[in-house]
């Protein structure tokens, strides 16, 4: 199945109706186009290599997205699993890497809560109300 890195007029065309909306769209149309571009890899000869390197930017598509979602969306039940997502979906990077013999990238920390549009304007981080440092 190939898949042209050709952009799609629909998503500008969407986001002039629903201005609102323009930044997650933008956003979630970037995550789409790339994870169908990096999942058009060519075959090596080994099955396994071949399945990790369609399904590491299949499952990095849904963390850009889960991402997105956590940027823009309100519903409380949807940004909760989102944030389940990132996390699985990495887990499942590095077990599927693993499995044959890729090295891991450095490990980064892992999101726990993406601010919101609003909330990415303030760069001081929230004063922790535990009394102690993470």
């Given at each position: 199945?190939?898949?042209?890195?050709?952009?799609?007029?629909?998503?500008?065309?969407?986001?002039?109706?629903?201005?609102?909306?323009?930044p997650?769209?933008?956003?979630?149309?970037?995550a789409?186009?790339?994870?169908?571009?990096?999942?058009?890899?060519?075959?090596?000869?080994?099955?396994?290599?071949?399945?990790?390197?369609?399904?590491?930017?299949?499952?990095?598509?849904?963390?850009?997205?889960?991402?997105?979602?956590?940027r823009?969306?309100?519903?409380?039940?949807?940004?909760?699993?989102?944030?389940?997502?990132i996390?699985?979906?990495?887990?499942?990077?590095?077990?599927?890497?693993?499995?044959?013999?890729?090295?891991?990238?450095?490990?980064?920390?892992?999101?726990?809560?993406?601010?919101?549009?609003?909330?990415?304007?303030?760069?001081?981080?929230?004063?922790?109300?535990?009394?102690?440092?993470?």
């Amino acid at each position: 199945m190939h898949m042209s890195g050709k952009p799609d007029a629909g998503h500008q065309h969407t986001a002039d109706r629903f201005p609102e909306e323009a930044p997650f769209l933008k956003e979630n149309a970037a995550a789409m186009d790339k994870m169908m571009a990096d999942m058009d890899a060519a075959p090596t000869g080994d099955v396994d290599k071949d399945f990790v390197a369609m399904m590491v930017p299949h499952h990095q598509g849904a963390i850009d997205m889960a991402k997105a979602v956590l940027r823009y969306g309100k519903n409380e039940q949807l940004r909760r699993l989102a944030q389940e997502i990132i996390v699985t979906q990495q887990q499942e990077i590095a077990a599927m890497r693993l499995a044959v013999g890729e090295p891991l990238p450095p490990s980064a920390p892992s999101p726990t809560q993406i601010p919101t549009a609003g909330e990415a304007a303030s760069a001081e981080p929230a004063p922790s109300h535990h009394g102690h440092v993470n």
